[in-house]
Each structure stands twice: as structure tokens, then as C-alpha cells.
């Protein structure tokens, strides 16, 4: 079984986002979109899930980017346009472990691939 997992940050002020949402979909050419699981980022802004994955699968990681600056204190001349971040990639080892960090922002983000 695959391990994902993540760690959130708010890089408008440097902490860690809690209570992120994130959902994790299995991308299927023959099934179409198919939710493998929604859970939600703890307060140090980590989750941690286990996937059952397929070997050489797509996968989608919609994180909840929008929802979560609407709860914090932003600078009032600040406009925000993404609603989520959308992360595309595949998992070709079905046991490994895939840790994709993000920093993120009302209209940016960065992510990587730490295993």
C-alpha cells in the first residue's frame, strides 16, 4: 500500500495551515474521476493517508486553497483568485511513500515531491 502525504503552508505569514481540505482522486480512463479520499490537514498543517494505489496510476490532489484563505486575516487590498490547487501526478511504485509539500498563497503555490 502507498503512503501520501503533505504538509501545508501559509506563505502569507509563515504558518502552518491547519484544517486544510484535500481530496485525493484516481484519474481512470476506462471509469472516469473516481474520489479515493477527502480528509482534512491537522493543525501542523500535515495529513498522512494510505492508497491503495495502481501501479503507474494518475492521481489528482485537490487541495482546498480557497476555503482556507477566506478564514484568515489577509491584507485588505488583497484580491484572491484560486479556489484549489490542483496537483496532477502518478504513483509508479504501488508501496512507496509520496510526500508532496506545498506552500501556498491566495494566488500562488509551490509544491515538490520529498519521499
Given at each position: 500500500?502507498?503512503?501520501?502525504s503533505?504538509?501545508?503552508?501559509?506563505?502569507?505569514?509563515g504558518?502552518?495551515?491547519?484544517?486544510?481540505?484535500?481530496?485525493?482522486?484516481?484519474?481512470?480512463?476506462?471509469?472516469?474521476?473516481?474520489?479515493?479520499?477527502?480528509?482534512?490537514?491537522?493543525?501542523?498543517?500535515?495529513f498522512?493517508?494510505?492508497?491503495?494505489?495502481?501501479?503507474?496510476?494518475?492521481?489528482?490532489?485537490?487541495?482546498?486553497?480557497?476555503a482556507?484563505?477566506?478564514?484568515?486575516?489577509?491584507?485588505s487590498?488583497?484580491?484572491?483568485?484560486l479556489?484549489?490547487?490542483?496537483?496532477?501526478?502518478?504513483?509508479p511504485?504501488?508501496?512507496?511513500r509520496?510526500?508532496?509539500?506545498?506552500?501556498?498563497?491566495?494566488?500562488?503555490?509551490?509544491?515538490?515531491?520529498?519521499?
Amino acid at each position: 500500500m502507498a503512503v501520501l502525504s503533505s504538509h501545508f503552508l501559509d506563505g502569507t505569514n509563515g504558518i502552518h495551515a491547519a484544517a486544510v481540505g484535500v481530496t485525493l482522486i484516481h484519474l481512470d480512463a476506462a471509469k472516469g474521476r473516481q474520489t479515493v479520499f477527502s480528509a482534512f490537514s491537522d493543525d501542523g498543517g500535515r495529513f498522512t493517508h494510505d492508497v491503495d494505489a495502481i501501479a503507474g496510476g494518475k492521481y489528482e490532489m485537490l487541495i482546498a486553497s480557497g476555503a482556507y484563505f477566506k478564514g484568515q486575516v489577509l491584507p485588505s487590498d488583497s484580491v484572491q483568485i484560486l479556489e484549489e490547487i490542483v496537483i496532477r501526478f502518478t504513483m509508479p511504485d504501488p508501496e512507496a511513500r509520496y510526500h508532496i509539500p506545498v506552500i501556498m498563497s491566495p494566488n500562488s503555490y509551490s509544491c515538490w515531491w520529498s519521499s
